[in-house]
T-cell receptor, first 119, second 112 residues
Framework: GAVVSQHPSRVICKSGTSVKIECRSL??????MFWYRQFPKKSLMLMAT?????????EQGVEKDKFLINHASLTLSTLTVTSAHPEDSSFYIC???????????????FGDGTRLSIL | GQQVMQIPQYQHVQEGEDFTTYCNSS?????IQWYKQRPGGHPVFLIQ?????EVKKQKRLTFQFGEAKKNSSLHITATQTTDVGTYFC????????????FGQGTELSVKP
C-alpha cells in the first residue's frame, strides 16, 4: 500500500523550456503533498507544500512563479518548472501523506523522483 | 530555526561490522521518523518512534528515541551489502502543518 507514482523519471531539455512533473498517490488520498529538491549526496530540501484545493505554501527562497504547483485532486499534484535554466537541473522528489490521522504522525511516502537536466 | 542534525555524514564499514547513526533535534519532537534511500532511489519510510525512551527493532535494525524526545539513533548489527544507502531521520516542524525537517543523512557503504 501507500504507493506514490512520479512521472517522468528523467527529463533532458533545452534552456527556456517549461517542464511539468506529476505526482500521484495510487492507492490512497493525499490532501497534502510535498515537493523536494535534492542535490547529489545532500539531504532533501523542501521546496513547497501542496494542499488540495488551495494555494501551495512555498519555503523561503523558492520562487513561486518559477516553480508552479497545482494540487487539483486528492491524488494528483503537479510541479511545473517554468523557463528552466541549467541551474534548475536537479533531482526533484514528491511525497504524499495519507489523509486522516494526525498530521504530525503520518509518514510521507515518496515518489521515485525526476532527474531534470537542462542543457 | 528548528534544526535536525545527523552524524556521521559518511560511514564506511566492512561487511559484518555494526553501524550507528545519531540524530539530534534542536527542539522536542512529537515523533521521529527514519527513512532509507538507496543509491539512485527515493526515500523509503522505515519506522516512527513516538514515546519517550522508545526502542523498536526491525530484524538487525534497532531504533531508539531519547528520553527527552530530542535525539534518536539507528543501529544496524552485522551490516550486509543490502544495507547500503543513506539513512535520514526526520521530525515534524513545530507548528508547521506537519512538514518534516530532515537531517543531513548518513551515507553507509559496506565493503564485502
Amino acid at each position: 500500500g501507500a504507493v506514490v507514482s512520479q512521472h517522468p523519471s528523467r527529463v533532458i531539455c533545452k534552456s527556456g523550456t517549461s517542464v511539468k512533473i506529476e505526482c500521484r498517490s495510487l492507492d490512497f488520498q493525499a490532501t497534502t503533498m510535498f515537493w523536494y529538491r535534492q542535490f547529489p549526496k545532500k539531504s532533501l530540501m523542501l521546496m513547497a507544500t501542496s494542499n488540495e484545493g488551495s494555494k501551495a505554501t512555498y519555503e523561503q527562497g523558492v520562487e513561486k512563479d518559477k516553480f508552479l504547483i497545482n494540487h487539483a485532486s486528492l491524488t494528483l499534484s503537479t510541479l511545473t518548472v517554468t523557463s528552466a535554466h541549467p541551474e534548475d537541473s536537479s533531482f526533484y522528489i514528491c511525497s504524499a501523506r495519507e489523509r486522516g490521522g494526525g498530521v504530525l504522525y503520518q509518514p510521507q511516502h515518496f515518489g521515485d523522483g525526476t532527474r531534470l537536466s537542462i542543457l | 530555526g528548528q534544526q535536525v542534525m545527523q552524524i556521521p555524514q559518511y560511514q564506511h564499514v566492512q561487511e559484518g561490522e555494526d553501524f550507528t547513526t545519531y540524530c539530534n533535534s534542536s527542539t522536542t519532537l512529537s515523533n521521529i521518523q527514519w527513512y532509507k534511500q538507496r543509491p539512485g532511489g527515493h526515500p523509503v519510510f522505515l519506522i516512527q518512534l513516538v514515546k519517550s525512551g522508545e526502542v523498536k527493532k526491525q530484524k538487525r535494525l534497532t531504533f531508539q528515541f531519547g528520553e527527552a524526545k530530542k535525539n534518536s539513533s539507528l543501529h544496524i548489527t552485522a551490516t550486509q551489502t543490502t544495507d547500503v544507502g543513506t539513512y535520514f531521520c526526520a521530525g515534524p516542524g513545530y507548528n508547521q502543518g506537519g512538514k518534516l525537517i530532515f537531517g543531513q543523512g548518513t551515507e553507509l557503504s559496506v565493503k564485502p
